[in-house]
């Protein structure tokens, strides 16, 4: 009889010659070693959204000049929303919000090799959160311009 930690090292092996099949060596990177994991403190833009399938993901931007220059992602998703929120903080940095707003669900596929069909809902809602929290900014700005305008009165 197999002892427990054989029995552990061959599931584990398992579950790798598994997810091999199905992802793609990138997508399996990000999700092993996600890049900007974490929360901002005060960030100037944030959101939280709940897909379908009843994770959730959030998203924190730092924007200087209308220019993203840092951000940070959690989630409770599976593997592949890891990835994706992994990659899409990546691609945001340095860009200025209109040219964040731009990308897309399928350039997050892109870097990532693809993912199975199943998984396409998760980039998806890596991109809501970013709009949603790119909106959280712009009404953040709106708020601070109606302020000065209303002390100059
Ligand atoms: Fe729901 Fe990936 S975000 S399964």
Do not use: W
Not at 14 to 41: H, T, W
Not at 46 to 67: F, N, S, W, Y
Not at 83 to 103: D, F, W, Y
Not at 120 to 138: M, S
């Amino acid at each position: 009889m197999k002892d427990f930690d054989t029995l552990t090292r061959e599931l584990e092996e398992k579950i790798r010659q598994e997810e091999e099949q199905i992802y793609s060596k990138k997508a399996r990177e990000e999700a092993y070693n996600p890049k900007n994991v974490g929360e901002l403190d005060n960030p100037d833009g944030a959101a939280r959204i709940t897909g379908p399938c009843g994770d959730t993901m959030q998203i924190h931007l730092r924007v200087d000049d209308e220019k993203i220059t840092d951000s940070r992602f959690i989630t409770d998703g599976c593997g592949a929303s890891v990835a994706c929120g992994s990659v899409i903080t990546q691609l945001i940095k340095g860009k200025a919000i209109e040219e964040a707003l731009k990308i897309t669900p399928e350039d997050v596929l892109d870097v990532l090799d693809g993912l199975p069909d199943d998984n396409v809902h998760c980039a998806v809602l890596a991109v809501e959160t970013l709009r949603a929290a790119i909106n959280d900014y712009r009404t953040r700005q709106n708020g601070e311009r109606m302020k000065s305008v209303s002390k100059s009165f």
